[in-house]
Structure formats: C-alpha cells, structure tokens
C-alpha cells in the first residue's frame, strides 16, 4: 500500500517539468494517489501527466487559470463529479517578479499577490467547502517560501504575497481543525529549478556566492520539496496543522 493509496490529489502549476509542481505529482503518484495536474497551458500539464501515466501512476490534466474563481468551480465541480470527493491540495502555482521596492509598480503588485496569495484563498476556500460536505477530513499544503519568513531584497511584492500564505494557512487550519481538516505551508528556499538557471546565466559569480552561503553549500532540489509535501499530505501528518515546514539546506537558522 501507498502512502496515499486511494486518495484524490491536485497540484497547481504542476506543468513545469523541472518544477516543484510536477515533482509532487510524481511523488504522489509513486505512492498511489489519483492526481489530477493542473497548470495554465493545458499540453504542459498534460507532458506531467502523460509521463506519470508511462510510469504507471494515475493522472488527469486540466487547464486552470489559478487567478480565476470560475476556473476553480469548474475544476472541483469536475473533481466532485468523477470521484465525489478531494483529499489533498496543494496550492504549488505562482510566480515571481524580483525587483526593488522604487522599481515596482502597480501592475507588478496586483498580479504577483493574485497569482501567489489570491489564488491560494480561492482554491482553499472551495476545497474546504467540498472536503467538509464529504465529511472525511483532508489536507491542504500552500507553497510559501523562505521569503515569506524573513525580508529578501527585491521580493517586496512576492513576500507579502507568501507571508499571507502563511499566515492564511494558519487561520483555516484553526477554523477547520474539529472536522479534521488540515493545512500547512511550505516554505522553500533555493531550489534547483528553471529560474535558477536564469540566475545562474546572468550573474555567474554572485551566483556562486549565494550558493556557498547556504549552511549545506547546496541548493535542494524539487524532490525535497515533493517529500515534503508527501509527508504532509500523508496520514502520517494527521495530528500537525496550522504548522510551517522549512526547506532551506538551513538559511534561515542563521
């Protein structure tokens, strides 16, 4: 038996290869969940779930636009319908846009905070409402971030956006703890993924100094976060709610 064998799951912008999104999937499907892959180009989601499927997981991709509440009633309408229920979340889609408090605008504001925090309440609230009509009990993880823990030059924007992850996910886990309901978040700190490549690219040698600052001289990877968020989905997490679960090779303990 998986650890979650049986259960309905849905990752956000899970379309990413490379991505954390698509590494939970894989790690969920590895231990027998039903995922359903999510991300706003429907062939993106559908690669991620075409190669679960060729490893003998169960996937299903959907196009979601994660900023619309239409996108999601119509996604859990779907869930609801084919199987009844939905056990896991996990709140995984966002962006970020890396620019100093005088060099962002408006513009930037508004849709980092809807693709990263607003979306993370739509999809929360409407998972919470379906869980608690089934009466199972369910969990629901939110991709936050180191910055949404400690101040990070040039994440204005992106740290208030997952600094209200975090504390969002503490006020539903206490409105919903008596119906076994529970939610966490998730805060990564360097990951090797696309956008460090970028990183890398452009500023090789501050690059490489960033890296040698981190306490284990190494960035994580997306399966360190992918087993994290297992865990957390897993009955093994059935008694922690309301809790914040760093993944930073220990940046910020310094």
Known sequence: MGRLEGKI????GAG????LGAATAHRFAQEGAYVYVTDLRLEDAESVAAAIREEGGTAEAVAQDVTSEASWDSLLSAIKQGHGRLDVLVNNAGIAILKSLAELTAADWEKQNKVNLDSVFYGTQRA?????KVGHGGSIVNLSSIGGLVGVPMCGAYAAAKGGVRLLSKVVAMECAAENIRC???HPGMIETAMQDVARRDNPDGFK????????????TPMDIANMNLFLASDEANYITGCEFVVDGGVTAM
């Open 16 to 19: 990413n290869p490379r991505g």
């Open 184 to 186: 966490n978040s998730v």
């Open 209 to 220: 100094e960033i890296v040698s600052g981190i306490p284990m001289k190494r960035m994580g």
């Open 128 to 132: 919470v409402a379906l869980m608690r």
């Open 9 to 12: 799951t849905l990752v956000t």
